[in-house]
């Protein structure tokens, strides 16, 4: 994604033998609809030129220096992007708003999170700024937009979020299995004292890296319902040597060579999860456990 000063390469190549409404077309694709001055200028347009074209309706004024190509109606993505390119070089669009560009949550507001570098940018209509320096591995490119990684958008989500809205944000990078555990404890690490930084730490701590405790609302719930049942407690996430190499389950009866999984319908029903799903059975089956199918997951268990 280009900065809003700079052009991709090549854009600055295809100028050389086009028209510029067909270079401001070409870049404006590439950047759901928008496009900042800077960049204008960097294709070769001059101040009058650009201001002929806002006059005449080809270029719609979002932010100052950000425009619009073409029509003034905007999408979520193009409004997001506006924003980026507004608040300079360096920024990333950030949290609610990079949580919705990554898919782990909607977020249906009018306004676009970005964090800027510290003292660059500013609060205008339509932005939320929250300053900070990223370092590299904080930010990533989602839809064609330079936003903060999945982790660093949890840390900055807890600022935001009660705890439960935030464990589903969590669970829902687990599901689309996006989530580096460890990268989300060393970015908490690196963050300091702030907003949330106790509730994301309590998260990391009872779903993560304390053995036997579980990763997904569906393993909550089956372990309560172990409880209820009065069953013995089985293990979490137990890794199974196979001889085509280790296999983790969700849980596991050693004793009696029982399996159960609890992953959800939104894991399982895709054609490709289904293929893999009958691989992993059959992969159980010859090491002598029995799979069925089962609501809400599957679970293998011996005869």
């Avoid at 409404?21 to 294709?43: C, K, N, T």
């Avoid at 580096?180 to 949330?196: K, V």
């Amino acid at each position: 994604m280009p900065e809003s000063s700079s052009i991709p390469p090549h854009h600055r190549e295809a100028s050389k033998s086009i028209s510029p409404d067909r270079r401001i077309a070409e870049l404006a694709r590439y950047q759901h609809g928008v496009v900042s001055r800077a960049q204008l200028l960097g294709l070769g347009l001059s101040s009058s030129a650009i201001g002929r074209r806002i006059s005449i309706g080809r270029l719609h004024r979002r932010h100052a220096g950000v425009y619009a190509v073409g029509h003034a109606a905007l999408n979520p993505l193009a409004s997001r992007m506006a924003a980026l390119l507004a608040c300079g070089d360096h920024a990333a669009v950030s949290h609610r708003s990079a949580a919705a560009l990554l898919d782990l949550r909607q977020d249906s507001r009018t306004t676009t999170d970005v964090t800027p570098p510290t003292g660059a940018g500013r609060n205008r209509a339509g932005i939320c700024a929250h300053w900070g320096v990223l370092a590299p591995s904080e930010t990533t490119i989602a839809t064609g937009i330079r936003c903060t990684s999945v982790e660093r958008t949890l840390v900055d989500l807890a600022g935001v979020l009660d705890r439960r809205s935030l464990e589903r944000a969590v669970e829902r990078a687990e599901i689309l299995r996006i989530l580096d555990w460890c990268e989300l404890e060393r970015i908490t690490e690196r963050a300091g004292p702030r907003r949330g930084i106790a509730t994301i730490r309590s998260i990391i701590a009872s779903t993560t890296f304390i053995p036997g405790l579980t990763r997904s609302e569906f393993e909550h719930r089956f372990v309560a319902l172990c409880e209820l049942a009065r069953l013995p407690s089985p293990r979490v996430n137990e890794a199974i040597e196979l001889p085509e190499g280790r296999l983790e389950v969700d849980f596991l009866w050693p004793r009696a060579s029982v399996i159960a999984e609890t992953d959800g319908r939104a894991i399982h029903a895709t054609r490709t999860a289904f293929d893999r799903d009958r691989r992993r059975d059959q992969r159980l089956a010859v090491a002598g456990y029995r799979s069925s199918a089962s609501p809400g997951g599957r679970s293998c268990t011996t005869p």
